[in-house]
């Protein structure tokens, strides 16, 4: 076998592997509490709240997947919705739980893509141009949530609003550049023979609309556990999340774990709200990336035996 066959298949056997780490990483995640804590964070919920949670982590996903339609549109290539839909969500079910998402999650696409024809070249373009979108998404949401959350939850000191405020500027700047250059800049730019060109305005726009319809929905899971036991405005309480959900997935720890406890505390004063803060991460944590895990898992594992007995027959 050729050295770049090889190497093509052992980047193909990540996504399993990434798979495996990511239920390790929740597993681990949920290990500190004890299975009595995870009941009781569960039953304290009314059932129609955990439904709403459901359903708000059900559109997430799908708006996840919408990233793999947006950079199939973005390299030119068309492939049936079931496809990118599976892609996206096994592969973002995976990164939100394993962490570094461009390693993780684009070994996935490429187990996936390259079975689909897609060039290992436009894989790499894909999935640079995914990390865009949330990139993207993230300046402009930095900028809400900059708005939106209330000023006691980074801390009453002037170095810390400070840096909020040069994070702000920072990302007032990086989208003005961004949809900038979709107008103006048409050059390539080639990067170890990989030609990457900066998408059209209306390409643009959409990667900023879908990313955040991603963070909203997710806001949505944890708002719809906790709502029912604290008093808070959605507005207060998605400017929070924002800034949580950005930083940590920029933090790199899987989950954001800590980050959120950290943003929220700040936001929900006093014992009583902790301790309601506590059970409602753990339903959120357990609703929005170990339950779309498993099912991920399920769908890869049909999809893996089926594909298998067809090469059987082929065979």
Same mark, same amino acid.
């Given at each position: 076998?050729?050295?770049?066959?090889?190497?093509?298949?052992?980047?193909?056997?990540?996504?399993?592997?990434?798979?495996?780490?990511?239920?390790?990483?929740?597993?681990?995640?949920?290990?500190?509490?004890?299975?009595?804590?995870?009941?009781?964070?569960?039953?304290?919920?009314?059932?129609?709240?955990?439904?709403?949670?459901?359903?708000?982590?059900?559109?997430?996903?799908?708006?996840?997947?919408?990233?793999?339609?947006?950079?199939?549109?973005?390299?030119?290539?068309?492939?049936?919705?079931?496809?990118?839909?599976?892609?996206?969500?096994?592969?973002?079910?995976?990164?939100?739980?394993?962490?570094?998402?461009?390693?993780?999650?684009?070994?996935?696409?490429?187990?996936?893509?390259?079975?689909?024809?897609?060039?290992? *070249?436009?894989?790499? +373009? !894909?999935?640079? #141009?995914?990390?865009?979108?949330?990139? /993207?998404?993230?300046?402009? $949401?930095? %900028?809400?949530?900059?708005?939106?959350?209330?000023?006691?939850?980074?801390?009453?000191?002037?170095?810390?609003?400070?840096?909020?405020?040069?994070?702000?500027?920072?990302?007032?700047?990086?989208?003005?550049?961004?949809?900038?250059?979709?107008?103006?800049?048409?050059?390539?730019?080639?990067?170890? *023979?990989?030609?990457? +060109? !900066?998408?059209? #305005?209306?390409?643009?726009?959409?990667? /900023?609309?879908?990313?955040? $319809?991603? %963070?909203?929905?997710?806001?949505?899971?944890?708002?719809?556990?906790?709502?029912?036991?604290?008093?808070?405005?959605?507005?207060?309480?998605?400017?929070?999340?924002?800034?949580?959900?950005?930083?940590?997935?920029?933090?790199?720890?899987?989950?954001?774990?800590?980050?959120?406890?950290?943003?929220?505390?700040?936001?929900?004063?006093?014992?009583?709200?902790?301790?309601?803060?506590?059970?409602?991460?753990?339903?959120?944590?357990? %609703?929005?990336?170990?339950?779309?895990?498993?099912?991920?898992?399920?769908?890869?594992?049909?999809?893996?035996?089926?594909?298998?007995?067809?090469?059987?027959?082929?065979?």
């Amino acid at each position: 076998m050729s050295t770049s066959k090889i190497l093509n298949k052992a980047i193909s056997w990540l996504g399993l592997f990434f798979f495996i780490l990511a239920a390790y990483m929740i597993y681990r995640q949920l290990s500190h509490y004890s299975l009595e804590e995870l009941k009781t964070a569960l039953f304290n919920i009314p059932r129609i709240n955990l439904g709403y949670a459901a359903l708000a982590s059900f559109a997430g996903y799908i708006a996840l997947s919408t990233y793999d339609f947006l950079a199939l549109k973005y390299i030119r290539k068309k492939l049936p919705a079931w496809k990118w839909i599976l892609t996206g969500f096994v592969g973002f079910s995976v990164s939100n739980n394993a962490g570094h998402a461009i390693v993780s999650g684009g070994a996935v696409r490429y187990r996936f893509y390259s079975r689909w024809g897609i060039t290992p *070249g436009d894989i790499v +373009k !894909m999935v640079t #141009f995914s990390g865009f979108t949330y990139l /993207v998404s993230c300046f402009f $949401l930095i %900028i809400i949530g900059y708005v939106l959350t209330p000023e006691h939850a980074f801390g009453g000191n002037d170095s810390t609003q400070f840096s909020t405020l040069v994070t702000m500027l920072f990302s007032v700047v990086g989208l003005a550049v961004y949809l900038w250059g979709s107008l103006y800049y048409k050059k390539d730019l080639v990067i170890k *023979g990989i030609a990457f +060109k !900066m998408p059209d #305005f209306k390409l643009a726009v959409k990667q /900023v609309i879908i990313g955040s $319809l991603d %963070i909203t929905m997710a806001s949505l899971v944890l708002y719809s556990v906790l709502v029912c036991f604290v008093k808070i405005d959605f507005v207060t309480f998605l400017g929070a999340f924002i800034i949580a959900q950005v930083l940590g997935v920029y933090s790199q720890v899987p989950g954001g774990l800590g980050v959120f406890e950290l943003v929220f505390a700040n936001i929900l004063p006093g014992q009583d709200n902790h301790a309601v803060l506590f059970g409602a991460l753990i339903a959120y944590r357990i %609703i929005y990336y170990l339950m779309p895990l498993i099912f991920s898992g399920i769908v890869l594992f049909l999809y893996e035996f089926l594909r298998k007995d067809e090469e059987d027959v082929a065979g």
